[in-house]
């Protein structure tokens, strides 16, 4: 009787974990996949002058979880420092100024690991902790900096491909510049989630098409009840079907013709209901000047294709193999991987379900068939799966930062006199 009892009993319901509810705020902001970004992160911070700035900046990044820091700053605490330093009390003067703020910041987050050089007052090297120490993923300094350190930290950066960033602030004056290594490529970029909608309405696939003509056979016949909770895709789809058996085979493209079609499906809505008309219709009215669209390749993506790495490195890398195979299915079915999200709508459950199952398999069904043209290439089955699905979903927003050009040491300090001057 206990078993039957138990095999009748519902799963056990696991609410968010401790982890969860910690960082639950930022976890709305860059989900699961920024966080675990963060939290792989070894930043360096190569501070000086008053010192202010680069540890109120290293404590906005510890706060929501950086994995690894290190403070390289070889000042030593004085009175100076306690009046313009939240991190530095009284019991720090006479200390290395790094160790004071890197005690101080762990104490925000006991998840964070810390370190810090030199040691000792005149004991720093920084090619020795740039050597000795775990690859940083990102590079920060403040000015102003020896043009010796800054010229070693440009070289690291080069060599690993690191991003290095500056920023400098005096009184209401602020400044920071981003030095990146090479083309940047950044595929999750957050788009608002209305943008990412792709219903393919122009393009359905077989199992889209056939889903959609169980559902409106014989429309005008359905009940109040299925007519009111026809999911609007399925609605633009039939009608899409009958404008084309009306204008020998011609989607509605233009604008006029997609107004025509507008009031087309408008016209199509009961309105002789309790309710006075049809939410759902009222869905695909909405949506038609936005989800009937041929599909087009993004600005960004194209940048993407169109980029030619140079750097063998570069071109090896995951990204680049991910990028060459989607550029290949593009080619091949003139549009990117089906991103497989569903927006929500008025439908029965059951009915929305089914659809979301729909765009999800062809989803997977696009990221398998450009995971196989991966494995295809050398180094491609070396490439996290994972990687091609993130990278699929989101083709048509990923974005190349090119900022190589004029990146040079004496571009640099030029630009950043004016930074160095207000610091003295």
Same mark, same amino acid.
């Given at each position: 009787m206990t078993e039957v009892v138990m095999e009748q009993m519902p799963?056990?319901?696991?609410?968010?974990?401790?982890?969860?509810?910690?960082?639950?705020?930022?976890?709305?902001?860059?989900?699961?996949?920024?966080?675990? +970004?963060?939290? &792989?992160?070894?930043? @360096?911070? %190569? =501070?000086s002058g008053c010192g202010t700035v680069g540890v109120?900046?290293?404590?906005?990044?510890?706060?929501?979880?950086?994995?690894?820091?290190?403070?390289?700053?070889? +000042?030593?605490? &004085?009175?100076?420092? @306690?009046? %313009? =330093?939240?991190?530095?009390?009284?019991?720090?003067?006479?200390?290395?100024?790094?160790?004071?703020?890197?005690?101080?910041?762990?104490?925000l987050n006991p998840e964070v690991h810390g370190d810090w050089y030199p040691k000792t007052k005149g004991d720093l090297n920084?090619?020795?902790?740039?050597?000795?120490?775990?690859?940083?993923?990102?590079?920060?300094?403040?000015?102003?900096?020896?043009?010796?350190?800054?010229?070693?930290?440009?070289?690291?950066?080069?060599?690993?491909?690191?991003?290095?960033?500056?920023?400098?602030?005096a009184g209401f004056y602020s400044y920071f510049r981003i030095l990146l290594p090479g083309a940047f490529p950044i595929v999750d970029t957050h788009p608002d989630e209305t943008a990412t909608t792709d219903l393919r309405l122009l393009t359905p696939w077989p199992?889209?098409?056939?889903?959609?003509?169980?559902?409106?056979?014989d429309i005008d016949s359905l009940d109040n009840h299925v007519h009111g909770h026809l999911p609007f895709v399925v609605i633009l789809l039939?009608?899409?079907?009958?404008w084309r058996a009306t204008h020998d085979g011609a989607y509605p493209l233009k604008y006029a013709e997609k107004i025509a079609f507008r009031n087309l499906v408008q016209s199509k809505m009961r309105t002789d209901n309790p309710e006075g008309g049809e939410e759902n219709f009222e869905e695909a009215v909405a949506a038609v000047l936005r989800a009937v669209q041929p599909t087009s390749l993004p600005s960004g993506i194209r940048e993407v294709f169109d980029y030619k790495p140079t750097d063998p490195q570069e071109d090896g890398s995951p990204f680049w193999i991910i990028a060459e195979a989607v550029k290949k299915f593009y080619e091949k079915h003139r549009c990117l991987p089906v991103p497989g999200n569903v927006p929500d709508m008025k439908a029965?459950?059951?009915?929305?379900?089914?659809?979301?199952?729909?765009y999800k398999a062809k989803a997977r069904q696009?990221?398998?068939?450009?995971?196989?043209?991966?494995?295809a290439v050398p180094g491609g089955r070396d490439v996290d799966p994972a990687e091609v699905g993130l990278f699929c979903k989101n083709a048509a927003f990923v974005k190349l930062i090119n900022a190589s050009a004029g990146g040079g040491i004496d571009t640099i300090l030029n630009s950043e006199r004016l930074a160095t001057v207000a610091g003295k």
């Amino acid at each position: 009787m206990t078993e039957v009892v138990m095999e009748q009993m519902p799963p056990v319901l696991h609410g968010p974990t401790e982890k969860q509810r910690k960082y639950d705020r930022q976890l709305r902001l860059w989900a699961e996949s920024g966080q675990a +970004a963060l939290e &792989s992160a070894n930043l @360096l911070l %190569v =501070n000086s002058g008053c010192g202010t700035v680069g540890v109120e900046t290293l404590k906005n990044l510890v706060l929501p979880g950086i994995g690894r820091f290190t403070i390289v700053d070889d +000042a030593v605490v &004085s009175e100076a420092d @306690l009046g %313009v =330093n939240f991190f530095l009390d009284e019991g720090s003067l006479g200390k290395m100024r790094g160790q004071c703020s890197t005690e101080l910041l762990l104490e925000l987050n006991p998840e964070v690991h810390g370190d810090w050089y030199p040691k000792t007052k005149g004991d720093l090297n920084l090619e020795k902790v740039l050597a000795t120490s775990s690859t940083f993923t990102l590079i920060m300094y403040t000015n102003p900096i020896r043009p010796a350190d800054l010229a070693i930290i440009q070289a690291y950066g080069k060599q690993h491909k690191t991003p290095v960033v500056l920023v400098h602030s005096a009184g209401f004056y602020s400044y920071f510049r981003i030095l990146l290594p090479g083309a940047f490529p950044i595929v999750d970029t957050h788009p608002d989630e209305t943008a990412t909608t792709d219903l393919r309405l122009l393009t359905p696939w077989p199992e889209l098409v056939e889903f959609a003509k169980e559902l409106t056979r014989d429309i005008d016949s359905l009940d109040n009840h299925v007519h009111g909770h026809l999911p609007f895709v399925v609605i633009l789809l039939h009608y899409l079907d009958e404008w084309r058996a009306t204008h020998d085979g011609a989607y509605p493209l233009k604008y006029a013709e997609k107004i025509a079609f507008r009031n087309l499906v408008q016209s199509k809505m009961r309105t002789d209901n309790p309710e006075g008309g049809e939410e759902n219709f009222e869905e695909a009215v909405a949506a038609v000047l936005r989800a009937v669209q041929p599909t087009s390749l993004p600005s960004g993506i194209r940048e993407v294709f169109d980029y030619k790495p140079t750097d063998p490195q570069e071109d090896g890398s995951p990204f680049w193999i991910i990028a060459e195979a989607v550029k290949k299915f593009y080619e091949k079915h003139r549009c990117l991987p089906v991103p497989g999200n569903v927006p929500d709508m008025k439908a029965e459950s059951e009915v929305y379900i089914k659809l979301q199952n729909i765009y999800k398999a062809k989803a997977r069904q696009d990221a398998a068939e450009v995971l196989k043209m991966v494995q295809a290439v050398p180094g491609g089955r070396d490439v996290d799966p994972a990687e091609v699905g993130l990278f699929c979903k989101n083709a048509a927003f990923v974005k190349l930062i090119n900022a190589s050009a004029g990146g040079g040491i004496d571009t640099i300090l030029n630009s950043e006199r004016l930074a160095t001057v207000a610091g003295k």
